[in-house]
């Protein structure tokens, strides 16, 4: 079973930055090393949607809407994953949630969420 915990999030005002941490434990085998972190984040009233991802191996993808400000990273000797947003905007409050998912069976697990407020 796999256990993902958010941290980081808080209040800010428009401009201002965050760093998100994502901590991995449990049992995260995934065939070829063939495992994805992702994060995703929810609004109030809106679905929840894709924000970054970063597979063990591969190049780093992002939404439209954060490239350029959010820059998402891993250290797998902790096995963390980091999301440094900056630049931030009102549009980017939400609740932000970590994701890993194993490509090869499908398997995947989220975390609980840490909650993101920009203000102006």
């Known amino acids: 079973q796999v256990q993902l915990v958010e941290s980081g999030g808080g209040a800010v005002q428009a401009g201002g930055s965050l760093r998100l941490s994502c901590v991995t434990s449990?049992?995260?085998?995934?065939?070829?090393?063939?495992?994805?972190m992702s994060w995703y984040r929810q609004a109030p009233g809106k679905e929840r949607e894709y924000v970054s991802s970063?597979?063990?191996?591969?190049?780093?993808a992002y939404a439209d809407s954060v490239k350029g400000r959010f820059t998402i990273s891993q250290d797998n000797a902790k096995n963390t994953v980091y999301l440094q947003m900056n630049g931030l905007k009102i549009e980017d409050t939400g609740t932000y949630y970590c994701?890993?998912?194993?490509?090869?069976?499908?398997?995947?697990?989220w975390g609980r969420g840490t909650q993101v407020t920009v203000s102006s």
């Open positions: 994701k890993w998912t194993c490509a090869v069976d499908g398997n995947n697990a």
């Open positions: 449990g049992y995260t085998y995934c065939k070829y090393d063939k495992d994805i």
């Open positions: 970063i597979p063990r191996d591969g190049a780093t």
